[in-house]
């Protein structure tokens, strides 16, 4: 299994790995599973894929949000089959969250009562964070206080469960860490260096056709609260489509919204993976692969 934040080389190294030993390589990367997302999320071409089997790319209508918990069904699913073909499962990602949820399962947190939910997701987030404080003040305190999705969540399932985040959280199941040989690698290259990437990717991802790609998506009119309408670039090249920025505002935007991505990647990566995982700081290309493949053994 191969992490770390945008830009860092994942698949690229992927496909090398790949080359090395009959392989599949499974995509972890919320962005990735959505067919409307090819260019904004630097999913790889065909052209790119070299012909090596890839699996979980693009393999979701935009309208359909995907879950943690159903992307790690699926990756179970590709890793069973894998498995009975005697060939090396290579997990590729920067969503963390995803890949927690493989290996640790998910928290068996009930149905949330639809009105509670309602009133909560009513509330401001100021409100909703005093609130929290009081009713469940751990999750409260591992929460920044404008984050509004994540307190909202934190005080709908305390409201309507009876019982904190922490408490369900403590109950995860599904998890296939201990049923499996993990050799995970987290890629934490020098920031300067991941920063230009991110920079230089949006570029070529103009180049490629990222603005009409932008436009195909708003003819289907989806609702903005769908994960591929959030995603980095769709909103700045949205303006710059409705007139409403240039092309050179847009660029700037979106660049520095991937920045700003990789960085809390970064952090998440470094600080929430189990010390025991090995990092690596190089800079990745295909001249050091072999020295990644001994990381990995």
């Keep these: ?3 770390g934040p945008t830009a860092s080389g994942k698949s690229a190294l992927a496909l090398e790995l790949a080359k090395k030993q009959p392989s599949v390589i499974i995509n ?3 962005a990735q599973v959505y067919a409307d997302l090819q260019i904004l999320s630097a999913r790889p071409s065909e052209e790119e894929m070299e012909g090596m089997s890839h699996r979980l790319y693009g393999y ?3 309208a359909e949000p995907c879950s943690a918990a159903r992307w790690a069904s699926d990756a179970k699913t590709e890793i ?3 498995h009975e073909n005697n060939i090396l499962p290579i997990l590729v990602g920067g969503t963390g969250l995803y890949v927690r949820t493989l290996l640790d399962g998910i928290a068996p947190i009930p149905e949330v009562d639809a009105t509670i939910r309602a009133d909560t997701r009513d509330m401001d987030v100021g409100d909703a964070y005093e ?3 009081k009713e469940d003040p751990v999750s409260a305190q591992r929460l920044h206080a404008r984050d509004s999705s994540r307190i909202k969540r934190a005080l709908e399932v305390v409201r309507s469960s009876g019982r904190p985040l922490n408490h369900w959280h403590a109950h995860m199941a599904g998890g296939i860490a201990d049923k ?6 987290v890629l934490l290259p020098p920031r300067d260096w991941l920063y230009e990437r991110c920079d230089r990717r949006f570029q070529i991802m103009l180049d490629r056709g990222a ?17 591929v309408m959030r995603a980095i670039g769709v909103s700045e090249i949205s303006d710059w489509i409705a007139g409403r920025s240039s092309q050179d505002e847009a660029q700037a935007l979106a660049s520095a919204a991937t920045r700003q991505y990789a960085k809390r990647q970064y952090t998440w990566f470094r600080n929430q993976c189990p010390d025991a995982w090995p990092r690596s700081e190089e800079i990745i290309n295909n001249d050091n692969a072999d020295y990644i493949v001994r990381l990995l053994q």
Excluded: T, W, Y
């Design 1 to 3: 299994m191969i992490v």
């Design 28 to 30: 972890a990367d919320s």
């Design 60 to 62: 979701i209508d935009g």
């Design 80 to 82: 069973s089959a894998a």
């Design 131 to 133: 609130a929290l404080l």
């Design 180 to 185: 499996i040989n993990l050799h995970p690698l």
């Design 211 to 227: 603005k009409e790609e932008v436009a195909q998506l708003l003819e289907r009119e989806l609702p903005a609260d769908c994960p």
